[in-house]
């Protein structure tokens, strides 16, 4: 049996390869997200905010007698206030950075702790984005948080490369740009807080996002033939 666990199943690219994921009998998908909207035998769902470290902390790891592989997909994400640093809410910068970079770097620490020991496959894969590599004018928050995620992610792979016995394979992966919540919400944007918004607006009108069903098959089969994928960076729009 496989288990993955999988933040932010709740909707977007987490469900989708959630769903992907469970039409395999031999996998088992434990879902972290505030609100459940899967119901199947193979699933489980814990409600956690990961905007409350104090959550997050007091989150759980299993062993697993039967597992040949475990996994853990840090895929929830928000993009966070969109307007120039200077008229930013502190409190949502606390939280961007809460969600998005503090509650998946405590995640992967105790994932890389517990299953130390483990001789199962593990693999640690992060939903990256463009934006961890490149500016975006009023996505302070977003860029510099994915960012961060992806440097701690890289600095875990270069570590176990040290692992001489069965080392945690790491994942980075940018999905493009991808038709879900955080589309609509870009979109939303007053013009006046964010230069790029019509960029954005014409993806959707000109029917260049990418299903998250899509994503969904793809994320799943790195998980499940990670073989097949250089490890690390990569960029499924290439």
């Known amino acids: ?5 999988i933040t932010g199943t709740s909707r977007g690219i987490g469900k989708a390869t959630a769903k992907e994921l469970l039409r395999d009998d031999n996998n088992f998908v ?12 193979n699933y489980k769902h814990i409600s956690l905010d990961l905007g409350n470290l104090e959550e997050v902390k007091a989150f759980q790891f ?8 475990v996994v853990l997909f840090n895929n929830a ?20 950075h809460n969600i998005n970079l503090i509650s998946p770097a405590i995640l992967m620490n105790n994932f890389l702790a517990f299953y130390k020991e ?13 934006a961890a590599r490149h500016t975006i004018p009023s996505w302070s928050n977003y860029c510099s948080t994915k960012g961060g995620l992806e440097m701690f992610a890289r600095v875990i792979a270069d570590e176990q490369q040290d692992v001489k016995t069965n080392p945690v394979k790491v994942f980075s992966v940018a999905p493009g740009v991808v038709d879900t919540e955080m589309q609509d919400e870009i979109r939303e944007v007053e013009p006046e807080n964010f230069r790029e918004l ?14 998250p069903e899509d994503v969904g098959k793809q994320y799943a089969d790195i998980m499940l033939q990670p073989e097949k ?6 960029d499924l729009r290439e």
Do not use: C, W
């Not at 299993?62 to 592989?69: P, T, V």
């Open 198 to 211: 019509e960029r954005f607006v014409h993806l959707k009108q000109n029917n260049q996002l990418t299903k």
């Open 77 to 96: 994400g928000i993009l966070g206030e969109v307007t120039p640093v200077g008229n930013l809410d502190n409190e949502n910068i606390i939280r961007s």
């Open 62 to 69: 299993n062993h697993f007698e039967e597992a040949q592989k």
């Open 1 to 5: 049996m496989n288990y993955f666990y």
């Open 118 to 130: 483990s001789e199962v496959e593990k693999i640690i894969i992060n939903t990256s984005s463009g």
């Open 229 to 234: 994928y250089p490890e690390m960076l990569m």
């Open 30 to 41: 434990i879902g972290i997200s505030r609100h459940n909207s899967i119901k199947h035998k």
